[in-house]
């Protein structure tokens, strides 16, 4: 936006630094208003959409924002679970309990060396956030300077640069995600490790935010995949002997449709492997327990034993509770009390139950996943117009256009023409031109038409 009005008045020359350079891009939210309006067909939306009928006993055909069907029975509380403030860094019951969620998830998942590994001791009391949106901003201002940079992948969520760039002042250096192999587009391991060794004779430390399940192309790694990236980070830690800091964003953690892909997140892979790592998971409720609107995320530091003495441990762990604390109550001052109530009743209701009801949504989204990937490759193969990123899980996929016309201009003839609202992911600066589809929002015997008219648009040109 030019702000060409706001430039004119007398307020622009009392802005700060960051209030003049900082704006809504004209990204999701826009495609997405505009779909609501206008289109028969949106998959704009990263939420989980259905009928209600899919996940209770129902006879009314209604398309909802699916929900954990529990939840209906924890809405009325108790106003002394609501009215007061929350403590800064969360209600401690539900701090507790998401670190037993984060153990219990390690040692569950099958296909990780982590697999029953306690690491209840290996891993701080996690720090409630607004959001894994905030816990990106939390991460960026505590570990990296205005100037220096992040290291991302060429295709992500357009809200870090928002966060990172625009709010932070912290640049983010990108390497391309994918390369081009005998079997197709693999995960960039030399792009991804010439970065970091940049970073260390820059910066003298690296600062690396990895997303799996990534939004928004869908990327999952492979288990080869994921022990290539541990050991190729470890051994450049211990080569050069500078931290690296991780930033693992597990929003959509779990949400994995193919067997030969880690089901859960890298953090706990690289928890007490070297001194040099420095792991943080953020993930949240929002996907995790479908709570999208509860805005609860949380701020968990794996540790290792030679950043302290043992019996200094605790003391260790406070002070940065205390730096975190610091921030939060600086800029937000704590989080929503209400949804913290709701998510301790979750935990306390008997959480097995929970992800038993989370399993059935998970098992909607994987036909829906199945059948749009097997759609679009034939249109890949018959008209050559368009390529899918590698994707395995999540609630997005990439469709890069091989046409000559920009993201945007295709979907807003697809918008007009088709009354089907998809998002334009597009930046010639990254060599990225495509569109991102939400097959979360959209229901499956909706897939074929939708897949149909992105065929009948690229046909138009």
């Keep these: 936006m030019e702000f060409i009005q706001f430039k004119s008045s007398i307020l622009w020359n009392a802005l700060s630094k960051l209030g003049k350079s900082i704006f809504l891009p004209k990204g999701i939210f826009y495609w997405s208003d505009r779909a609501t309006k206008e289109a028969e067909i949106n998959g704009t939306i990263g939420v989980m959409t259905g009928y209600e009928n899919e996940i209770i006993k129902t006879s009314e055909e209604k398309n909802v924002v699916f929900y954990i069907p529990r939840l209906r029975q924890l809405i009325n509380k108790d106003p002394s679970l609501i009215v007061p403030y929350a403590p800064i860094s969360g209600l401690p019951d539900l701090r507790k309990y998401w670190k037993n969620w984060i153990v219990t998830k390690c040692k569950t998942i099958n296909n990780?060396?982590?697999?029953?590994?306690?690491?209840?001791?290996?891993?701080?009391?996690?720090?409630?956030?607004?959001?894994?949106?905030f816990g990106i901003f939390l991460a960026t201002r505590l570990f990296a300077e205005p100037e220096e940079f992040i290291i991302s992948p060429n295709k992500r969520w357009e809200n870090y640069d928002s966060i990172i760039i625009n709010q932070c002042g912290v640049k983010i250096k990108s390497?391309?995600?994918?390369?081009?192999?005998?079997?197709?587009?693999?995960?960039?391991?030399?792009?991804?490790?010439?970065?970091?060794?940049?970073?260390?004779?820059?910066?003298?430390?690296?600062?690396?935010?990895?997303?799996?399940?990534?939004?928004p192309t869908g990327y999952v790694p492979t288990i080869e995949e994921a022990n290539n990236i541990v050991s190729m980070l470890i051994k450049i830690v211990e080569e050069y002997k500078k931290p690296l800091v991780i930033i693992f964003d597990d929003a959509y953690e779990g949400y994995v449709y193919k067997d030969n892909c880690i089901m859960g997140s890298l953090f706990y892979e690289f928890l007490s492997k070297s001194k040099y790592i420095i792991p943080i998971k953020l993930d949240g409720a929002s996907k995790e327990m479908i709570l999208?609107?509860?805005?609860?995320?949380?701020?968990?530091?794996?540790?290792?034993?030679?950043w302290y003495n043992k019996d200094k441990k605790q003391e260790f762990i406070d002070e940065f509770d205390n730096k975190l604390g610091g921030m939060i109550r600086s800029t937000i001052s704590n989080c929503n009390r209400i949804n913290q109530s709701i998510l301790v009743e979750m935990f306390k209701a008997n959480i097995d139950n929970?992800?038993?009801?989370?399993?059935?949504?998970?098992?909607?989204?994987?036909?829906?996943?199945?059948?749009?990937?097997?759609?679009?490759?034939?249109?890949?193969?018959?008209?050559?117009?368009?390529?899918?990123?590698?994707?395995?899980?999540?609630?997005?996929?990439?469709?890069?256009?091989?046409?000559?016309?920009?993201a945007s201009q295709f979907c807003d003839h697809l918008l007009n023409k088709y009354k089907t609202g998809l998002i334009p992911f597009e930046d010639p600066n990254e060599n990225v031109n495509g569109i991102r589809i939400a097959y979360s929002s959209i229901n499956k015997n909706l897939i074929p038409k939708l897949v149909e008219n992105i065929k009948l648009a690229l046909n138009d040109f």
């Design 354 to 406: 929970i992800i038993n009801e989370r399993t059935k949504i998970i098992s909607i989204l994987k036909e829906r996943y199945e059948l749009i990937n097997e759609l679009l490759k034939q249109v890949c193969d018959n008209t050559g117009k368009i390529s899918v990123d590698p994707n395995a899980g999540g609630f997005f996929l990439i469709v890069n256009l091989k046409i000559k016309i920009s």
């Design 175 to 215: 390497f391309e995600f994918f390369v081009e192999e005998k079997n197709g587009l693999k995960f960039n391991f030399k792009g991804l490790e010439n970065v970091i060794i940049e970073s260390f004779n820059k910066l003298n430390k690296a600062i690396l935010i990895l997303n799996f399940p990534h939004n």
């Design 112 to 133: 990780l060396s982590s697999k029953n590994l306690d690491i209840s001791e290996l891993i701080t009391l996690p720090v409630v956030t607004h959001g894994i949106t």
């Design 292 to 306: 999208y609107g509860g805005r609860i995320g949380f701020f968990t530091l794996g540790l290792h034993d030679a």
